[in-house]
């Protein structure tokens, strides 16, 4: 598929069938991941793959509530994919890397994570997770960006991620089922050029 074609086609896949995804397409798809940009090459960002059965039903019970869970056909069509991956940032790794030698003029050399004007980590991250729904379209597959709906620490700890990592949220990818609700997309339309582009200046 040429990139152009997967970027028009990306859409946020809410409801999967169960249906495995073969262990060297979702490598594949993860090292599109690896392949993201990443601020002074720091690449301080981990990913956790989760597919098995016993760690997908780990991974919802961190990341949701019963109530969630219970909610009816939304929740069991996001459940039902075969695989997750979370993204863990590490910002002490780009804070060390900003006070590495090659760094030492940058204006965030030194600076502790909470003074970073951009977390780099965050960007990272979310680079990481824009390749992997890109690479999951090109290969046919559907993919959601989601939020975590409990506390980012709460599920880090729970899959045993160090301590002072950080997460953005999670992405779930397998074949769509085909019966999506009704999301943002279909009541709002995209903004258009002339709208979102400021030419030479706002
Ligand atoms: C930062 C961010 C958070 C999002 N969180 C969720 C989420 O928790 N659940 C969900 O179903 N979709 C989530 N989405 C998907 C958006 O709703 C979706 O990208 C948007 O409606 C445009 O649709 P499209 O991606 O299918 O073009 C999120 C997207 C982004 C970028």
Known sequence: MELADAIARRKMTRSFSPEPVAPELLEELLSAAGRAPSAGFTQG???????TGEARVHFWELATDEAWRSGGARASGLMAAPAIVVPVADPGAYVRR?????????????RVASEWPVPYWIVDASFMVMQLLLAATDAGLGALFFRLHA????????LGAPAGRV?????????????????????????????LVHLQRW
């Open 167 to 195: 997460a953005i949220g999670a992405v779930a990818i397998g074949r769509p089922a085909g019966d999506d609700a009704r999301t943002s997309p279909a009541t709002r339309k995209r903004r258009g050029l002339d709208d």
């Open 151 to 158: 506390e980012a620490g709460v599920v880090l700890e729970g």
């Open 98 to 110: 900003y006070a590495e030698q090659d760094k030492g003029a940058s204006s965030l050399s030194g």
């Open 45 to 51: 960002v981990d990913l956790v793959a989760i597919t």
